[in-house]
């Protein structure tokens, strides 16, 4: 090394041929003072680097543009709701379903055997017949512990302080107890059911509006899946090579969903929609699954984006997951100029019955706005 001032910062002429080996040589003498310098020169040869998977040729035909080009877009929501309806609904609620068990704690107690073996050392029971007691925490033991009620529900339901005041001082005494049993079960169980409660006022109330900005074609390769194309699922119609489903499972709901999508004479091209294309809805961001592109007549399409789940039964959906999908149904339904459905399925079957559904109501209505002109002249 030379001696620039007062560092040491620079690595003295080296024969001309060590040139090409001089970065790495530097290092190695830097490593002398620094070992972190060595990081960036090793790697984990067992990880498997995650596959490449560009998107393809179907990507940019006119057809997946012309609906890319209608579901790419940012959007803000206005929500605007009476607060004293929610303070009733969530007061009703609340005094129906709250229940809170009591804090339990359990003691064991053993006494060591008086020889012991190694063998019983190893099988760890060097100690004799356990004997447990299961207590409930006294009021007065769970009290000495402060916490901020009010403020933690209205952090956890986006809700101010006057208004979460109100549904807990109008709540049965008897329920309101219930906080001395389980504090933060009590917070926990109040935040879900007041949330419950305001998604399902949203919907009747939330209006969507585009703002600048989209999404850009690398959010369909940023996303790194950590598998290989093996576990993959070959496509023909996608705009990528291979489907990263929800899991290898073979039976798995998105890989049977995209085996008849891939499959199907009525499906032109799709694309399975990362993790990162989302709609914003007070209760959450919503991820949409599938975009797809249907074959219907010569030349007109008829566009879906679609999102599969295990099940579509609405007594099996939480009142916020019920409002995130509804969200989407709005929002598609105001803002797409009737050019894209939305729709939330169970299997590609109940998919196709949708597209019959919506491709006869789109020939109805092309049918009776070509009478009307018809007579009308």
Same mark, same amino acid.
Request: proline share 3%; glycine share 6%; net charge negative.
């Given at each position: ?54 998107? *393809? ?82 009021? +007065? ?39 001395? *049993? *389980? ?139 019920? +409002? ?54």
């Amino acid at each position: 090394m030379t001696q620039v001032g007062e560092e040491y910062d620079s690595l003295a002429v080296l024969p001309e041929a060590l040139h090409p080996m001089q970065e790495g040589i530097h290092k190695l003498v830097q490593a002398i003072f620094d070992d972190k310098v060595l990081a960036e020169m090793f790697q984990d040869g067992n990880k498997t680097p995650a596959p490449e998977n560009p998107l *393809n040729d179907r990507f940019y035909k006119q057809a997946f543009q012309t609906l890319w080009t209608a579901i790419n877009h940012r959007y803000a929501y206005t929500v605007d709701f009476d607060s004293n309806e929610l303070i009733k609904k969530a007061i009703a609620a609340i005094n129906a379903e709250l229940y809170v068990s009591q804090l339990q704690y359990t003691v064991s107690v053993a006494s060591q055997r008086e020889h012991i073996t190694g063998e019983q050392m190893r099988e760890s029971d060097a100690f004799g017949a356990v004997k447990t007691k299961t207590n409930t925490l006294k009021h +007065a033991e769970i009290s000495q512990i402060r916490y901020d009620l009010v403020g933690k529900i209205a952090e956890g339901t986006v809700l101010t302080r006057r208004t979460v005041t109100a549904i807990l001082k109008d709540i049965d005494p008897l329920k309101f107890a219930m906080f001395q *049993n *389980n504090p933060e079960e009590f917070i926990t169980k109040v935040i879900r059911l007041i949330k419950e409660q305001k998604a399902t006022m949203i919907v009747e109330h939330i209006t969507y509006d585009t703002i600048d900005g989209g999404y850009d074609s690398s959010i369909f390769t940023a996303e790194k899946h950590g598998r290989t194309f093996d576990q993959a699922f070959p496509a023909t119609k996608a705009i990528q090579d291979y489907v990263f489903t929800d899991g290898t499972a073979e039976k798995s709901v998105e890989r049977k969903f995209v085996e008849a999508l891939d499959g199907s004479q009525d499906v032109n091209i799709y694309a399975k929609l990362p993790k990162g294309f989302a709609i914003p809805t007070p209760v959450g961001h919503y991820s949409l699954d599938w975009a797809i592109v249907f074959h219907e007549g010569a030349v007109r399409h008829i566009y879906f984006v679609a999102e599969t789940k295990g099940t579509m039964d609405s007594l099996n959906l939480r009142p916020i997951e019920r +409002a995130k999908i509804d969200c989407a149904k709005k929002l598609f339904s105001t803002l797409s100029s009737g050019t894209v459905t939305y729709d939330h399925v169970d299997s590609f079957q109940e998919l196709i019955e949708d597209f019959r559904t919506v491709g006869g109501l789109v020939l109805q209505s092309l049918t009776e706005a070509y009478m009307t002109k018809r007579f009308c002249r």
